[in-house]
T-cell receptor
């Protein structure tokens, strides 16, 4: 059974803290993605990675960074959390070939910054 | 630019009614993929279907069916005889190529479906 796991389901942090969100997939997928989900805005891509140590900015990268040191793990880092980063964060992974393209999602991390 | 529009923010129906969720897309690519995902209250998005741009046949899977029409750039999703377990947020998405043979997805805003008992 394919699996994407995220380190926390719920997280509460203070403004200014450094926050790490971890994502691990066990499907040997090349691509990994971090999305942010807010009501009425759908899923917005923050960053994605298509290989180890390779990353590309998505639509809303400001205030975030990422790290991919191993193929199975993709971390999202909030260098200095702010209240406007309170949101649901979703990690996903996929193969690169067209025929296997669908993205597999983790359960999400609901982050509250106070 | 590519875009996916799900104009229905929220739909509420009584159990056993049929319901259709609309998805309209914009793309200049000739080859593309369209997707539907379901997000139940638990939060994890679940893949429902993928359709490529060369296959306009309608798809039926149990109570679910999808109508893909290139002429109107639409990929609508119908649930027949809805059940309370169908309550979820449903997302439509469109593939966007980047680099060689790699893709990312452009997402609609989602439609929240409420099925009342």
């Amino acid at each position: 059974d394919v699996k994407v796991t995220q380190s926390s389901r719920y997280l509460v942090k203070r403004t200014g803290e450094k926050v790490f969100l971890e994502c691990v997939q066990d499907m040997d997928h090349e691509n990994m993605f971090w999305y942010r989900q807010d009501p009425g805005l759908g899923l917005r891509l923050i960053y994605f990675s298509y290989d180890v140590k390779m990353k590309e900015k998505g639509d809303i990268p400001e205030g975030y960074s990422v790290s991919r040191e191993k193929k199975e793990r993709f971390s999202l880092i909030l260098e200095s959390a702010s209240t406007n980063q309170t949101s649901m964060y979703l990690c996903a992974s996929s193969r690169q070939r067209e025929a296997d393209y669908e993205q597999y999602f983790g359960p999400g991390t609901r982050l509250t910054v106070t | 630019a590519q875009k996916v529009t799900q104009a229905q923010t929220e739909i509420s129906v009584v159990e056993k009614e049929d319901v259709t969720l609309d998805c309209v897309y914009e793309t200049r690519d000739t080859t593309y993929y369209l997707f539907w995902y379901k997000q139940p209250p638990s939060g994890e998005l679940v893949f429902l279907i993928r359709r490529n741009s060369f296959d306009e046949q309608n798809e039926i899977s149990g109570r679910y069916s999808w109508n893909f029409q290139k002429s109107t750039s639409s990929f609508n999703f119908t649930i027949t005889a809805s059940q309370v377990v169908d309550s979820a947020v449903y997302f439509c998405a469109l593939s966007e190529p980047f680099m060689d043979s790699n893709y990312q997805l452009i997402w609609g805003a989602g439609t929240k479906l409420i099925i009342k008992p």
